[in-house]
């Protein structure tokens, strides 16, 4: 079964300092599908970006940016510049179907940005 | 913008009893899913339902839950009888079919359940 390892727990930033969250991932199908949710203090989850295992290409949006590296299983998560509404929970997430109805999250990383 | 909703938002309960949380996932979407999340840890997948069935569930999903769309529009998880370890965020989502699917999971805000 695919597994999501996110080893940062918690980070605490101040404003505009850049920051990247880890996340690690195991799987044995060579057909899978990453994702990033945030999750706000309010508690719902945020679809960030979904990323399938044949594209490689890093994705840029804004202030975020992703870095996927098979050869490493890791797909990162940078904010640049980070501002207080950025503070949330960031769950990394896992798929091995198309339908994504198998969809496994990692623990989640706290990220505190302070003014 | 299409959204899942989901009620109630906080349901308080006694243990043994049965709750039934709601979902109205957004219109033409197929599957349908119910994850959990205990206060302060990682989102869990419970169960995926398309085509009026399950497709998969987790060890979580034990006989004490089930899952139904009664009609076209409500998806529910009921808990037949709750205990204290059941007390959680549950989040409803759903998702479109390949090629409308962009691989997003729409989730709902939550219904919190705490059982006393």
């Known amino acids: 079964a695919q597994k999501v390892t996110q080893a940062q727990t918690e980070i605490s930033v101040v404003e505009k300092e850049d920051v990247t969250l880890d996340c690690v991932y195991e799987?044995?199908?060579?057909?899978?599908?990453l994702f990033w949710y945030k999750q706000p203090p309010s508690g719902e989850l945020v679809f960030l970006i979904r990323r399938n295992s044949f594209d490689e290409q890093n994705e840029i949006s804004g202030r975020y940016s992703w870095n996927f590296q098979k050869s490493t299983s890791s797909f990162n998560f940078t904010i640049t510049a980070s501002q207080v509404v950025d503070s949330a929970v960031y769950f990394c997430?896992?798929?091995?179907?198309?339908?994504?109805?198998?969809?496994?999250f990692g623990a989640g990383t706290r990220l505190t940005v302070k003014p | 913008e299409p959204e899942v909703t989901q009620t109630p938002s906080h349901q308080v309960t006694q243990m043994g009893q049965e709750v039934i949380l709601r979902c109205v996932p957004i219109s033409n979407h197929l599957y349908f899913y119910w994850y959990r999340q205990i206060l302060g840890q990682k989102v869990e997948f419970l169960v995926s339902?398309?085509?009026?069935?399950?497709?998969?569930k987790s060890e979580i999903f034990d006989d004490q839950f089930s899952v139904e769309r009664p009609d076209g529009s409500n998806f529910t998880l009921k808990i037949r009888s709750t205990k204290l370890e059941d007390s959680a965020m549950y989040f409803c989502a759903s998702s479109g079919t390949p090629p409308l699917n962009t691989g997003e999971l729409f989730f709902g805000e939550g219904s919190r359940l705490t059982v006393l």
């Open positions: 339902f398309y085509n009026n069935e399950i497709s998969e």
């Open positions: 799987t044995r199908d060579t057909t899978y599908y």
């Open positions: 997430a896992l798929s091995e179907r198309v339908n994504n109805n198998d969809m496994r």
